[in-house]
Nanobody
Framework: QVQLVESGGGLVQPGGSLRLSCAAS????????IAWLRQAPGKAREGVSC????????DYADPVKGRFIISRSYAKNTVYLQMNSLKPEDTAVYYC???????????????????WGQGTQVTVSS
């Protein structure tokens, strides 16, 4: 059974940093793409970043390029999202999600992801 558990959210001032963690169980990163997505109040869920199963290639949404870094640890079966230079518009519930790697590379499209964590709140405010 696929299970994803996010942690690391919280309140941070603009310009600050947070690192989110997504602990995975029930499957191997070798065969699944993993993504971070977010949903702000009143807005649609959007992809933030993803990491591909086979070669570890990554993708980022334009608003977070150069500020966020996705990475993974096989030893801990955990995916991370390092968020730097945070802005108030980054405020959202952040989810990690997984999909069987039927394609060579991951996508930021939320609709393709089958399994989701419960989410962790990130609030950027002074």
């Amino acid at each position: 059974q696929v299970q994803l558990v996010e942690s690391g959210g919280g309140l941070v001032q603009p310009g600050g940093s947070l690192r989110l963690s997504c602990a995975a169980s029930g499957f191997s990163f070798s065969y699944w793409h993993i993504a971070w997505l977010r949903q702000a109040p009143g807005k649609a869920r959007e992809g933030v970043s993803c990491i591909s199963s086979t070669d570890g290639s990554t993708d980022y949404a334009d608003p977070v390029k150069g500020r966020f870094i996705i990475s993974r640890s096989y030893a801990k079966n955990t995916v991370y999202l390092q968020m730097n230079s945070l802005k108030p518009e980054d405020t959202a519930v952040y989810y990690c999600a997984a999909v069987w790697a039927a394609t060579p590379t991951c996508t930021l499209d939320p609709v393709v992801y089958d399994d989701w964590g419960q989410g962790t709140q990130v609030t950027v405010s002074s």
